[in-house]
């Protein structure tokens, strides 16, 4: 069967933003505050991504791994004093690690952030809005279309039917770097050596828990030095029994239990569904069904075995399946593990992070965790693809090892590659060159101006 339809709608701007996750807000802030005229296109109806439709929370660490300094700020910063300010967040100055609002963890876990999702969002759309830049929701992307290397426009699925988006610049936002991929860009898919992509997690909130009943257990466990051991820690002696009563089949062994800033709510992150490849509608699909099933065996157990919980109610289930992982891009360098655990110097950094390099296992239960070496930065052509000129990527799907991407992967890094590529887009302009040839040097002035953090 042939089917043709003609696409008469053309919406035309400076820089398009592909996907309003956190890399996409960052980018829309930063580009529309350096004065261009920026549109921020998303398939939801709310911006924020994982932080928002998926309840990821909190924001892993923003500080060195000391942990001492803070050193991921700019823009990422002035949504967590925002949203503080809303009555949303608490500011990760003020948070400390082996606490309810880390689940009991230190390693990597000092200084994260508490948010509520639903004044996340809204904060993030103020933001954005006030910088300028436009929003369309409810758009799905759908193709690419180029010529001699460049992007001459996006095809997506809107309310009204089929349209174009084109730009001057483009930067792909959406996590799992579709954009590169129906533009004809190379990317791995997973760990280069197998392929294997880190499980996906359904999150989801919880409430009228006996918080007395529910924090005097953990705190009992904490002065004995039996809590904050990735892969055995909150609740994990009570799986062991609920395992061998038929009562736990997840292959997790503890709960990832998070206290939200708003009294009598928890963000749970426990669910696991293994060997998914979340570009794929059919695998999204199963995994997302598992997951719900997986709350509600949580929900038991919790209900059954853990003190404070008796009565403990459902508030959300996440409305997006949490993905850790799935294309990286193949750009003009590729960030290793090894670049990351011995500091590497890169001329051209955009931002400085330390969250380890923390691996769920696909089998087993467990995660694989490595500290870094206090901290490391992100050079600016892991951000730069290598075939498609006028696209600019930032998020988790930027150029680097899988290893390496179970760092940078977190809210807070994300935000940070945002408003750099952002912010390259909008210097692009004025340079009158393509935004991956923007000098570095100038790109790196204008982030720090800017509050970003880029230490040598």
Same mark, same amino acid.
């Given at each position: 069967?042939?089917?043709?339809?003609?696409?008469?709608?053309?919406?035309?701007?400076?820089?398009l933003? @592909?996907?309003g996750?956190?890399?996409?807000f960052g980018a829309?802030? =930063?580009?529309?505050?350096?004065?261009?005229?920026?549109l921020?296109?998303?398939?939801?109806?709310? /911006?924020?991504?994982m =932080?928002?439709?998926?309840?990821? +929370?909190?924001?892993m660490?923003?500080?060195?791994? #000391?942990?001492?300094e803070?050193?991921?700020? &700019?823009? $990422?910063?002035e949504?967590c004093? !925002?949203?503080? *300010?809303?009555?949303? =967040?608490?500011?990760?100055s !003020?948070?400390? +690690?082996?606490?309810?609002?880390?689940?009991?963890? @230190?390693?990597s876990?000092?200084?994260?952030?508490?948010?509520?999702s *639903?004044?996340?969002?809204?904060?993030?759309e103020e933001?954005v809005? #006030?910088?300028?830049? #436009?929003?369309?929701?409810?758009?799905?992307?759908?193709?690419?279309?180029?010529?001699?290397?460049k992007?001459?426009?996006?095809?997506a699925?809107?309310?009204?039917g089929m349209?174009?988006?084109?730009?001057?610049? %483009?930067?792909?936002?959406t996590?799992?770097?579709d954009?590169?991929?129906?533009? +004809? +860009?190379?990317?791995?898919?997973g760990?280069e050596?197998?392929?294997?992509?880190q499980?996906?997690?359904?999150? $989801?909130?919880?409430?009228? @828990?006996?918080?007395e009943?529910f924090v005097?257990a /953990?705190?009992?466990?904490?002065?004995k030095? *039996?809590?904050?051991i990735?892969?055995?820690?909150?609740w994990?002696?009570?799986?062991k029994e609920?395992?061998?009563?038929?009562?736990w089949d997840?292959?997790r062994h503890?709960v &990832?239990?998070y206290?939200?800033p708003?009294?009598? !709510?928890w963000?749970?992150?426990?669910?696991?569904m293994a060997?998914?490849?979340?570009?794929?509608?059919e695998?999204?699909?199963k995994?997302?069904?598992e997951?719900r099933?997986?709350?509600?065996?949580v929900?038991? $157990?919790?209900?059954?075995?853990v003190? &404070?919980?008796e009565?403990?109610?459902?508030?959300?289930?996440?409305s997006?399946l949490?993905v850790?992982?799935?294309?990286h891009?193949?750009?003009?360098?590729?960030?290793?593990?090894?670049?990351i655990?011995?500091?590497?110097?890169?001329e051209d950094?955009i931002?400085?992070?330390?969250y380890a390099?923390?691996?769920?296992?696909s089998e087993?239960?467990g995660?694989t965790?490595?500290?870094?070496?206090?901290? %490391?930065?992100?050079p600016?052509?892991?951000?730069v693809?290598?075939k498609?000129?006028?696209?600019?990527?930032? &998020?988790?799907?930027i150029?680097?090892?899988?290893?390496?991407a179970a760092?940078?992967r977190? @809210?807070?890094c994300?935000? =940070?590659t945002?408003?750099?590529?952002?912010?390259?887009?909008a210097?692009?302009?004025? #340079?009158?060159c393509e935004a991956?040839d923007?000098?570095?040097?100038?790109l790196?002035?204008t /982030?720090?101006?800017?509050?970003?953090v880029?230490?040598?």
């Open positions: 069967m042939q089917y043709t339809k003609q696409i008469d709608r053309i919406i035309e701007t400076d820089v933003v @592909i996907g996750g956190s890399a996409g829309a802030v =930063a580009a529309a505050r350096n004065g261009a005229k920026t921020l296109i998303e398939r939801e109806q709310m /911006l924020g991504g =932080a928002t439709g998926g309840l990821v +929370g909190p924001f660490t923003c500080y060195n791994d #000391e942990p001492t803070q050193i991921v700020k &700019g823009i $990422f910063d949504l004093t !925002r949203t503080e *300010e809303r009555g949303g =967040a608490i500011h990760p !003020r948070v400390e +690690g082996m606490s309810t609002y880390s689940s009991y963890y @230190i390693k876990h000092c200084h994260v952030t508490p948010f509520s *639903e004044i996340l969002e809204v904060v993030m933001m809005r #006030e910088a300028g830049a #436009e929003i369309l929701y409810d758009v799905q992307v759908c193709d690419v279309l180029t010529d001699g290397g992007i001459t426009g996006v095809v699925a809107m309310k009204e349209a174009v988006f084109c730009a001057k610049t %483009y930067i792909d936002c996590g799992d770097a954009v590169v991929y129906f533009a +004809g +860009g190379d990317f791995v898919k760990d050596k197998d392929g294997v992509m499980p996906v997690t359904l999150f $989801f909130e919880v409430g009228n @828990i006996d918080r009943k005097g /953990l705190e009992e466990k904490k002065a030095g *039996e809590l904050g990735p892969g055995e820690n909150c994990s002696w009570y799986i609920a395992r061998a009563n038929g009562d997840i292959d503890e &990832g239990n206290e939200e708003i009294k009598g !709510r963000k749970i992150n426990t669910t696991r060997y998914v490849d979340a570009t794929r509608t695998e999204i699909s995994a997302v069904m997951g099933r997986q709350v509600f065996e929900l038991h $157990f919790l209900q059954k075995y003190p &404070g919980c009565n403990i109610e459902l508030i959300e289930m996440a997006r949490g850790r992982e799935t294309r891009i193949k750009g003009q360098y590729k960030l290793t593990t090894e670049d655990l011995d500091r590497k110097h890169f950094a931002c400085t992070f330390a390099i923390d691996i769920h296992n087993g239960g995660a965790f490595h500290q870094v070496n206090d901290y %490391y930065t992100i600016f052509r892991c951000l693809p290598e498609i000129e006028n696209l600019l990527v930032a &998020g988790r799907c150029s680097g090892t899988s290893g390496a760092s940078y977190v @809210i807070p994300c935000i =940070a945002g408003q750099a590529a952002g912010t390259a887009a210097l692009a302009l004025g #340079e009158g991956r923007v000098p570095t040097k100038k790196r002035e /982030l720090t101006r800017q509050g970003a880029i230490k040598d």
